[in-house]
């Protein structure tokens, strides 16, 4: 993962799917510690400015919040945001303990221009070297609401961790998790 980061610094392919891809772990393997040590690394490396773990249910932001945190050096570390507004502040910021963000999928898919923000506040936010980290990949991420996240974050780069990766035989709306995230 840090070498897709570096290479979408180095060679210009924030935005592309080209940028990201998914991570198939099977299950009890240690995906949310994988997915989080990732999180923690892009967010130390000075390769992206947030670093956004996102969940598809708001029960599993409060349980993420807490495992990372137990697994965090600093529980400062990770950020929780408990509404669209607190989200958006922290992605505006630049402070450095607003670097890694965990929140949910309906929070996220609530910024967008037509929900009344000033396109002054999407274009801060899309300033940000921004990476997102996906869990269960394989779940909410085929509908609407990824796509109007991907649209107003058009240079983002996402990875997917998934235990069941959708494959070309049983596909969702003509997507795999490979065309969604990258390979």
């Known amino acids: 993962i840090l070498n897709r980061i570096e ?5 210009k392919k924030y935005g592309s799917v080209a940028g990201g891809g998914y991570i198939w772990h099977t299950t009890g393997s ?5 997915s989080f040590k990732s999180a923690q690394l892009i967010a130390t490396s000075g390769d ?9 249910r708001i029960e599993l932001g409060t349980q993420s919040i807490k495992e990372y945190q137990n697994f965090a050096d600093n529980k400062d570390e990770v950020q929780d945001t408990s509404n669209t507004h607190v989200l958006m502040s922290k992605l505006k910021s630049n402070e450095s303990k607003d670097t890694l963000i965990v929140t949910s999928i309906q929070k996220m898919s609530n910024i967008k221009e037509e929900a009344g923000l000033q396109s002054h506040d999407i274009a801060l936010m899309n300033n ?11 779940r909410s991420t085929f509908g609407d609401m990824l796509i109007t996240i991907k649209a107003t974050f058009p ?3 996402f ?10 035989e049983n596909q969702k709306k003509h997507n795999t998790t490979a065309s969604v995230f990258g390979n």
């Open 128 to 138: 940000q070297r921004m990476v997102f980290i996906v869990d269960e990949a394989h």
């Open 48 to 56: 992206a400015d947030k670093v956004i773990f996102l969940v598809d």
């Open 7 to 11: 290479i979408a610094n180095n060679y």
């Open 30 to 34: 240690g995906k949310t510690m994988s």
């Open 155 to 157: 240079s983002a780069v």
């Open 159 to 168: 990875f997917g961790f998934t235990g069941t990766p959708i494959q070309e």
